[in-house]
């Protein structure tokens, strides 16, 4: 306290040196380090999406079993069978209809189809495989998988040709479906429920206030805590694909790029989902109403929005819902970019969609939204 | 140091404040005294720029709150009745987050120290005890190394070691040069600690001047207590039994 004399003879010239970057860094810092410690946050940003990808995952044949169907009036006992049971990696379905072997094969739950014959007059075998486009990854294995056992010594001269085919299945694997709508489940939660949580808790514990008593602009305090949460967002939404790409499969068609793209769409995703956010902690009079107020806004959108399932499962009267709700382009922008290797360009539509919703949003925010 | 001049604060159904006028002067410390209601709060929040007025003229270290908020947030301190600080923080990281809020260059470490709170730094504000609290509270407004501190009702809801401990503590502040405008419910506290008080009452002022020319007129006037004052009162014997010394 012994230095309070000078500080106070610097006190005309304070105002000049007063930084509103500073400050902003500040509160974002501090913001961050609370969301990071707050259990809520990093269950409904982390959690929750993780364990549904990892159901899905699961459920989506993760892991590198590749299911082959042995088509039916195929020669089972021959030494191409038993090569191909012994790599481990290669599960054998037998027993089924041509016609279920064709539905499973187009939605992927078989990764491809062998057909083994004598050829006539020979001691040689013809091995004809169809592959599907629903699961290029595992009949990109299984390929290799039989071409080394086509240069195997003792395979080789039983082995006279093998003829190959691919079937058109369905676009994508569950997880390429799942997890976009995961990630903007993710988005939409931490963007609604914890920008409403944070400022009326800030305000009704008076911390606002408080900072209204120190030089901070409004604007800082606004800006600061969007930066926190757009950056605690974009984290745990590099960590969803990251953990999507590498354990499940995720495609990601152009790598890094893909990525940067998803990330710029997440960032879009949190603005407009924080603007209901600062409404619902304006309309909301205590902590107890920020639930089913937020529950009003993220409920229909998890539900409707192309999360789980595609819109257009949807009864013919509930589809015009979905395609009013910010979500749906979120997701169906994701998937684009992640899946059909799009750039942001090629998104525009659904980008334009999200920025009127943020704008109509943001509209609504500046007028409910409350200091104090 | 501040001079308050014919002060109003109407909301729409009540005058909270009318026609307030007093002055604090340089490192004094200077209290404002009344029941719940009487306007104390809504008048320290004028002066420090947290809330508008409806007339008045309102100057603080030569600067008029209505041209000049912003610099002189940069040299005031201000602790609020029951306000609460950012979730899920430690002592260090709030302080760190107001040097950013003032853009003050200091160490946290210091600001703890100045209110014998370093033991706590890693605590969060909401493990801390009530007496704990409000030294927190005071530390915070010094961050800016400000002219004047305002402490609303800093000792309400404090044991007596508690409260003794932070008037040794505002007045060493006051000591290192800082003036300080307290506003408190207990006489006794405004008698010890305030070199001047004004007592408010329905958003007036009924009296302001020392505490001891207050109680000199009274008795002049032909006032006497109905029990014999004793040499001590039943604060001190309880102090004395149970120690001075502060539990956490």
Same mark, same amino acid.
């Given at each position: 306290?012994?230095? +309070?004399?000078?500080?106070?003879?610097?006190?005309?010239?304070?105002?000049?040196?007063?930084?509103?970057?500073?400050?902003?860094?500040?509160? &974002?810092?501090?913001?961050? +380090?609370?969301?990071?410690?707050?259990?809520?946050?990093?269950?409904?940003? *982390?959690?929750?999406?993780?364990?549904?990808? *990892?159901?899905?995952?699961?459920?989506?044949?993760?892991?590198?079993?590749?299911?082959?169907?042995?088509?039916?009036?195929?020669?089972?006992?021959?030494?191409?069978?038993?090569?191909?049971?012994?790599?481990?990696?290669?599960?054998?379905?037998?027993?089924?209809?041509?016609?279920?072997?064709?539905? *499973?094969?187009?939605?992927?739950?078989?990764?491809?189809?062998?057909?083994?014959?004598?050829?006539?007059?020979?001691?040689?075998?013809?091995?004809?495989?169809?592959?599907?486009?629903?699961?290029?990854?595992?009949?990109?294995?299984?390929?290799?998988?039989?071409?080394?056992?086509?240069?195997?010594?003792?395979?080789?001269?039983?082995?006279?040709?093998?003829?190959?085919?691919?079937?058109?299945?369905?676009?994508?694997?569950?997880?390429?479906?799942?997890?976009?709508?995961?990630?903007?489940?993710?988005?939409?939660?931490?963007?609604?429920?914890?920008? &409403?949580?944070?400022?009326?808790?800030?305000?009704?514990?008076?911390?606002?206030?408080?900072?209204?008593?120190?030089?901070?602009?409004?604007?800082?305090?606004?800006?600061?805590?969007?930066?926190? +949460?757009?950056?605690?967002?974009?984290?745990?939404?590099?960590?969803?694909?990251?953990?999507?790409?590498?354990?499940?499969?995720?495609?990601?068609?152009?790598?890094?790029?893909?990525?940067?793209?998803?990330?710029?769409?997440?960032?879009?995703?949190?603005?407009?989902?924080?603007?209901?956010?600062?409404?619902?902690?304006?309309?909301?009079?205590?902590?107890?109403?920020?639930?089913?107020?937020?529950?009003?806004?993220?409920?229909?959108?998890?539900?409707?929005?192309?999360?789980? $399932?595609?819109?257009? &499962?949807?009864?013919?009267?509930?589809?015009?819902?979905?395609?009013?709700?910010?979500?749906?382009?979120?997701?169906?922008?994701? +998937?684009?970019?992640? $899946?059909?290797?799009?750039?942001?360009?090629?998104?525009?539509?659904?980008?334009?969609?999200?920025?009127?919703?943020?704008?109509?949003?943001?509209?609504?925010?500046?007028?409910?939204?409350?200091?104090? | 140091?501040?001079?308050?001049?014919?002060? @109003?604060?109407?909301?729409?159904?009540?005058?909270?404040?009318?026609?307030?006028?007093?002055?604090?002067?340089?490192?004094?410390?200077?209290?404002?005294?009344?029941?719940?209601?009487?306007?104390?709060?809504?008048?320290?929040?004028?002066?420090?720029?947290?809330?508008?007025?409806?007339?008045?003229?309102?100057? @603080?270290?030569?600067?008029?709150?209505?041209?000049?908020?912003?610099?002189?947030?940069?040299?005031?301190?201000?602790?609020?009745?029951?306000?609460?600080?950012?979730?899920?923080?430690?002592?260090?990281?709030?302080?760190?987050?107001?040097?950013?809020?003032?853009?003050?260059?200091?160490?946290?470490?210091?600001?703890?120290?100045?209110?014998?709170?370093?033991?706590?730094?890693?605590?969060?504000?909401?493990?801390?005890?009530?007496?704990?609290?409000?030294?927190?509270?005071?530390?915070?407004?010094?961050?800016?190394?400000?002219?004047?501190?305002?402490?609303?009702?800093?000792?309400?809801?404090?044991?007596?070691?508690?409260?003794?401990?932070?008037?040794?503590?505002?007045?060493?502040?006051?000591?290192?040069?800082?003036?300080?405008?307290?506003?408190?419910?207990?006489?006794?506290?405004?008698?010890?600690?305030?070199?001047?008080?004004?007592?408010?009452?329905?958003?007036?002022?009924?009296?302001?001047?020392?505490?001891?020319?207050?109680?000199?007129?009274?008795?002049?006037?032909?006032?006497?207590?109905?029990?014999? @004052?004793?040499?001590?009162?039943?604060?001190?014997?309880?102090?004395?039994?149970?120690?001075?010394?502060?539990?956490?």
């Amino acid at each position: 306290m012994n230095d +309070r004399n000078s500080g106070s003879a610097l006190a005309g010239e304070r105002p000049k040196a007063y930084s509103n970057t500073t400050a902003t860094l500040a509160l &974002a810092k501090a913001s961050f +380090r609370s969301i990071m410690r707050s259990p809520s946050a990093v269950v409904f940003t *982390l959690a929750f999406p993780l364990i549904f990808i *990892l159901v899905f995952g699961f459920l989506g044949g993760g892991g590198t079993r590749i299911d082959v169907g042995i088509t039916p009036g195929s020669d089972i006992n021959n030494p191409v069978i038993s090569m191909l049971g012994k790599t481990g990696m290669i599960r054998l379905v037998k027993d089924k209809s041509k016609a279920e072997f064709d539905k *499973l094969l187009e939605k992927g739950n078989v990764d491809a189809m062998v057909d083994i014959h004598k050829k006539v007059n020979t001691s040689a075998y013809s091995v004809n495989v169809v592959y599907t486009s629903a699961s290029r990854d595992k009949g990109g294995i299984l390929k290799s998988v039989l071409n080394n056992l086509f240069y195997d010594k003792t395979l080789k001269p039983t082995v006279a040709e093998i003829k190959e085919r691919t079937v058109t299945g369905r676009e994508y694997k569950t997880i390429d479906f799942i997890l976009p709508g995961q990630l903007g489940f993710s988005l939409l939660s931490t963007g609604v429920f914890g920008t &409403a949580f944070v400022f009326l808790s800030l305000r009704q514990t008076l911390v606002i206030k408080r900072f209204f008593a120190t030089p901070v602009k409004r604007s800082s305090i606004v800006i600061g805590e969007g930066i926190a +949460r757009i950056g605690f967002a974009l984290i745990g939404a590099l960590f969803i694909i990251l953990i999507g790409h590498f354990f499940f499969g995720f495609t990601l068609v152009h790598g890094v790029v893909t990525v940067i793209n998803m990330l710029l769409l997440a960032t879009m995703g949190i603005i407009v989902f924080m603007g209901f956010g600062f409404i619902i902690s304006g309309i909301a009079k205590s902590e107890s109403m920020v639930p089913p107020i937020s529950n009003i806004v993220t409920l229909p959108q998890f539900l409707l929005s192309g999360t789980f $399932f595609s819109i257009e &499962a949807f009864p013919t009267w509930l589809q015009p819902i979905s395609r009013a709700l910010p979500l749906t382009y979120l997701n169906d922008a994701m +998937r684009k970019v992640a $899946f059909e290797g799009m750039g942001l360009w090629d998104v525009k539509f659904q980008i334009m969609i999200l920025l009127i919703w943020g704008i109509v949003i943001y509209a609504v925010a500046v007028k409910v939204f409350k200091w104090e | 140091m501040i001079s308050v001049k014919n002060l @109003v604060k109407k909301y729409d159904d009540f005058i909270a404040v009318q026609d307030l006028s007093f002055e604090v002067y340089e490192n004094e410390i200077f209290g404002l005294l009344g029941p719940n209601g009487a306007g104390k709060t809504t008048t320290l929040e004028i002066i420090e720029t947290l809330r508008e007025k409806t007339s008045g003229e309102i100057i @603080v270290d030569g600067l008029s709150v209505d041209k000049h908020p912003n610099a002189i947030k940069q040299l005031i301190g201000v602790q609020l009745q029951a306000a609460g600080y950012y979730p899920n923080l430690n002592l260090i990281e709030l302080i760190e987050l107001f040097a950013g809020l003032y853009g003050a260059k200091i160490k946290p470490m210091d600001m703890l120290e100045k209110v014998n709170l370093q033991d706590k730094a890693k605590a969060k504000y909401k493990a801390l005890s009530g007496g704990q609290k409000q030294r927190f509270s005071i530390a915070t407004t010094l961050i800016n190394q400000p002219k004047i501190i305002f402490l609303d009702e800093p000792t309400t809801g404090l044991d007596p070691q508690a409260r003794r401990n932070l008037w040794d503590l505002i007045i060493e502040i006051r000591n290192a040069g800082t003036t300080v405008v307290i506003t408190t419910h207990y006489m006794d506290e405004a008698e010890q600690l305030c070199d001047r008080v004004a007592f408010v009452e329905r958003g007036r002022i009924i009296a302001v001047d020392t505490p001891d020319n207050l109680i000199d007129q009274l008795i002049n006037s032909g006032f006497e207590r109905k029990k014999e @004052v004793k040499k001590a009162n039943l604060e001190d014997v309880f102090i004395s039994m149970t120690g001075k010394e502060w539990r956490e």
